[in-house]
């Protein structure tokens, strides 16, 4: 086991309870307000998985309350369904498999991001969400993680 993408995909495993996402407003945010997340706005990798797959029938509809993602089409709101899983599984993975895992890490990033970003609505692009410290740790713990696995080859 290398210890640089072990301790990588630690810091992932870690950041997954921070937030990863803070709403600007919490009377609009919907999913969020009528949760119990309407303290502080923040909106960790965990709640956001509990979130989109509380009701399996309207999990659609659950990513996008969540990430306030407005009028997407199935393929947008599909990304962040797929992306989720691969984000956990890549930290849980990473840990012992560097490369597979960071790799599988990052496709999940990317995959959440983009509907965040190129998605009508009120989500990041809108300004309404921000990216959290949980979120940017993300990113940095798989792209350390997977660097350092491809360069210990």
């Not at 950041?15 to 949760?35: C, I, K, Y």
């Not at 599988?104 to 990216?131: A, C, D």
């Given at each position: 086991m290398k210890p640089i993408p072990f301790l990588a995909a630690l810091l992932v495993l870690v950041?997954?309870?921070?937030?990863?996402?803070?709403?600007?407003?919490?009377?609009?945010?919907?999913?969020?307000?009528?949760?119990g997340h309407s303290d502080n706005g923040e909106l960790t990798l965990w709640n956001i998985t509990k979130e989109v797959y509380s009701n399996p029938v309207t999990i659609k509809e659950n990513v996008l309350k969540t990430l306030r993602i407005e009028s997407a089409s199935s393929f947008e709101s599909i990304l962040p369904i797929l992306g989720i899983p691969l984000v956990i599984l890549g930290a849980v993975i990473g840990l012992f498999k560097?490369?597979?895992?960071?790799?599988?890490?990052?496709?999940?990033?990317?995959?959440?991001?983009?509907?965040?970003?190129?998605?009508?609505?009120?989500?990041?692009?809108?300004?309404?969400?921000?990216?959290?410290?949980?979120?940017?740790?993300?990113?940095?713990?798989?792209?350390?993680?997977?660097?350092?696995?491809?360069?210990?080859?």
């Open positions: 950041a997954m309870t921070m937030p990863w996402f803070t709403a600007d407003n919490t009377q609009r945010m919907g999913v969020l307000a009528t949760s560097g490369r597979a895992g960071h790799g599988m890490g990052l496709l999940g990033m990317v995959l959440l991001t983009l509907p965040l970003i190129y998605s009508p609505g009120e989500g990041i692009r809108s300004g309404s969400l921000t990216v959290g410290i949980g979120y940017v740790l993300a990113w940095v713990g798989f792209s350390v993680g997977l660097v350092s696995a491809l360069a210990s080859k």
